[in-house]
């Protein structure tokens, strides 16, 4: 049976896994890595960059460099009116209002971008494991909701894999961390990555692991603290020099990496200093930034963050039924909990002066994946996982109220019927509008699509009976089946949240990054073509000059007449020519080289 590989998306970096010899191991990327960042460009040759080629040309390019996609996976555009403020690249609305992105005179959408970003984290498999992979897990936060888990099964397809499991990341980081250890335990799973914070409480031992309940936040995470700090030492700045840097893309480019960095020197130090020279010119020459920031400073600009952060811990904890003492271990999931002030919340909230972080954070998520993925694969039995729904889900009844079918932290998979009529009389149509949230007023709660029953045998209100079916799978993928129980008549649906991309348009994006791929191989051969002629062109000159004196006047003569045509070739860019005196100078001077 062919591999299974699990892999974490990331909001900033991308990790996959495998499970071979009796264990998970990463897989690493062309480099050598074992993250890889989650950031697509298109450069000047309108070449479809991915990886750590995207990130190294992002500060020179950075309207056409896409990262932190998966904030925007699944999401509306009047949604995401913070989140596109503090990116450089235009993020625009496209069919019903679901956010696109413009990048290289195209628009993309963000599973699009996430989808070029898994595929080469599928390349990078092939190449490790030896053979072609077509299946993976994928993991998404768990606090994820119906239309971001259907947009990131959209984006493995598009990479072209057949997406055998989407699983929450923290309770693939309780795979990871639990399937070798004895005895029965609770755990709190904090997972706080660069763009998503993620809460689960879990009951763990014998193979099993039974989700207890999900908390979380999808809008928070160590960008958002990035921010924070672009602002103050972008506002100081300001104040100096009158200068606003983040009007300047490659400015706050530049800024944007350094706040990063800062942030993570802030973890083992009690200030560091941000130093930007050349950060911009005005008509009073260069400029230079150079601000000293402390992790006072840094905690203070960042309290609110924390503070919801702690709302969240508690949340998790009464959903959960649990007091802190119930908790065994805490396991510390995701780069940003490498923050003191987040480990010092941790350790508050849930009563422990221990945090577990056995695992490497950046890693245990995909190798939690990958576990599943030898289960999948039939390698690794005798584990059993019980999820729970994230979001609580209903229809609109009368009145303009939400009826919840089926409560946040439901064990899944699940099948919940209830039976409705109709609100007037004669009616011979009903529509059945799917709600996502825990208002009791529909309209505050998100619509994941609607559908009308027809055919209703006419009759007063109230005594048709139409039974509504709400069936979740293991991914937390809703189906919705509604049927007139006097008739017969039913109609079903899966619910795709609006943004899902029907099975034409899905084959139309596969053949499109297909056809991209094949154009980028094309650019890239043409481009090592012109260096190996430009190559070619300069040892064939140097050798001329050392051995001149062997060879006859005509045919050096000839040379370096092939010489000279080569190098219009080359600035010609014409592969077909720079090919074609490429043989010609060989045949010529094979001899020659040969005796020299």
């Not at 973890?267 to 005005?282: A, G």
């Not at 221990?354 to 690794?380: F, Y």
């Not at 979001?391 to 009826?403: D, F, I, P, T, Y």
Request: hydrophobic residues 40%; charged residues 25%.
């Amino acid at each position: 049976m062919s591999k299974v590989i699990g892999i974490d998306l990331g909001t900033t970096n991308s990790v996959a896994a495998v499970y071979d010899d009796g264990g998970a191991r990463i897989i690493p990327n062309a480099m050598g890595k074992h993250t890889t960042p989650s950031i697509m460009a298109i450069d000047e040759r309108g070449m479809i960059l991915v990886g750590p080629a995207a990130r190294n040309q992002q500060v020179t390019n950075p309207d056409n460099t896409i990262y932190s996609v998966k904030r925007f996976m699944g999401r509306r555009h009047h949604e995401v009116a913070s989140e596109e403020k503090i990116v450089p690249y235009a993020v625009v609305g496209g069919p019903n209002d679901y956010v696109q992105i413009k990048v290289g005179g195209k628009r993309f959408s963000p599973q699009e971008i996430a989808g070029l970003i898994l595929h080469e984290i599928k390349c990078n498999a092939e190449a490790f494991i030896g053979e072609p992979v077509d299946r993976a897990v994928i993991t998404v936060p768990a606090y994820f909701n119906d239309a971001q888990r259907q947009a990131t099964i959209d984006a493995g397809t598009i990479a072209g894999l057949h997406v055998e499991r989407i699983i929450n990341e923290p309770t693939a980081a309780a795979l990871a961390y639990g399937v070798e250890r004895k005895g029965n335990r609770r755990l709190v799973v904090f997972d706080f990555g660069g763009g998503t914070f993620d809460l689960s409480a879990l009951e763990v031992g014998g193979g099993n692991f039974r989700v207890l309940a999900v908390h979380g936040d999808t809008h928070l995470g160590g960008d958002d603290f990035d921010q924070r700090i672009i602002d103050i030492v972008a506002e100081d700045f300001r104040r100096k020099f009158r200068i606003e840097l983040r009007e300047n893309p490659m400015a706050l480019q530049r800024l944007k990496e350094a706040a990063e960095l800062a942030k993570c020197e802030l973890s083992d130090r009690d200030e560091t200093r941000i130093s930007l020279p050349y950060v911009c010119v005005d008509g009073g020459g260069p400029k230079h930034l150079d601000y000293t920031l402390t992790r006072d400073t840094f905690e203070g600009i960042c309290k609110d963050l924390f503070n919801s952060m702690k709302r969240a811990c508690e949340t998790l904890l009464a959903e959960a039924k649990l007091l802190p003492n119930q908790v065994s271990d805490v396991v510390m999931v995701g780069g940003s909990t490498r923050i003191p002030m987040v480990q010092k919340i941790a350790c508050e909230i849930f009563k422990t002066t221990s945090l577990d972080k056995s695992i490497n954070p950046d890693e245990v998520v995909a190798l939690g994946a990958a576990t599943l993925g030898g289960v999948l694969q039939g390698d690794l039995h005798n584990i059993h996982l019980m999820d729970v729904l994230s979001h609580s889900l209903g229809v609109e009844s009368a009145g303009g109220r939400m009826k919840t079918l089926v409560r946040k932290n439901t064990p899944i998979p699940i099948v919940i019927k209830e039976v409705f009529s109709t609100p007037s009389d004669n009616q011979t149509s009903v529509p059945i509008n799917v709600l996502e949230g825990e208002s009791e007023t529909a309209t505050e709660n998100r619509p994941l699509g609607i559908f009308q029953l027809t055919g209703i045998r006419r009759a007063p209100r109230g005594v048709p009976r139409i039974e509504v079916e709400f069936s979740i799978d293991t991914d937390g993928v809703l189906t919705v089946n509604a049927t007139d129980l006097a008739t017969g008549k039913s109609q079903n649906v899966v619910i795709t949240g609006g943004c899902g991309l029907d099975d034409a348009e899905l084959e139309r994006v596969k053949q499109t990054t297909r056809m991209q791929e094949e154009q980028n191989e094309q650019r890239q051969t043409a481009v090592n073509l012109r260096n190996h002629a430009e190559g070619v062109r300069a040892d064939m000159n140097e050798w001329l000059r050392h051995n001149a004196r062997l060879i006859p006047n005509r045919s050096i003569a000839k040379i370096e007449s092939l010489l000279q045509k080569l190098e219009k070739k080359i600035v010609k860019n014409d592969t077909a020519g720079m090919r074609t005196a490429l043989r010609k100078l060989d045949e010529v001077s094979h001899e020659y080289r040969k005796a020299g």
